[in-house]
Nanobody
Framework: VQLQASGGGLVQAGGSLRLSCAASARTFDYYVMAWFRRAPGKEREFVSAITWSGESTFYADSVKGRFTISRDNANNMMYLQMNSLKPEDAAVYYC?????????????????WGQGTLVTVSS
């Protein structure tokens, strides 16, 4: 499976961005898709995840209420709508997927990763 993230860029604090993740394989084969991010000098951290059906979504407390994850299985796409962006949201954002349903917040549980897209938030 190959994943490709896109949509990053420079935005002012309070602005919005929409990240996209394109998957090379049928997404229904992989139960959970997720976004992680890594800020300079920090470890990669969980942002959000979504199950195959889209019925269950998960968010880090730091983004809850501001970010929305979604997926389009027919087109092998996943999205992250980011609103009310803060300078602390600046990071490289990675999409990932895994076939099992557990441990959705755990970096090590994901088998496949995209290359990352840079989000810069100016204050």
């Amino acid at each position: 499976v190959q994943l490709q993230a896109s949509g990053g860029g420079l935005v002012q604090a309070g602005g919005s961005l929409r990240l996209s993740c394109a998957a090379s394989a049928r997404t229904f084969d992989y139960y959970v898709m997720a976004w992680f991010r890594r800020a300079p000098g920090k470890e990669r951290e969980f942002v959000s995840a979504i199950t195959w059906s889209g019925e269950s979504t998960f968010y880090a407390d730091s983004v809850k209420g501001r970010f929305t994850i979604s997926r389009d299985n027919a087109n092998n796409m996943m999205y992250l709508q980011m609103n009310s962006l803060k300078p602390e949201d600046a990071a490289v954002y990675y999409c990932a997927c895994k076939p099992s349903s557990g441990q959705v917040r755990f970096v090590g549980a994901y088998a496949y990763w995209g290359q990352g897209t840079l989000v810069t938030v100016s204050s």
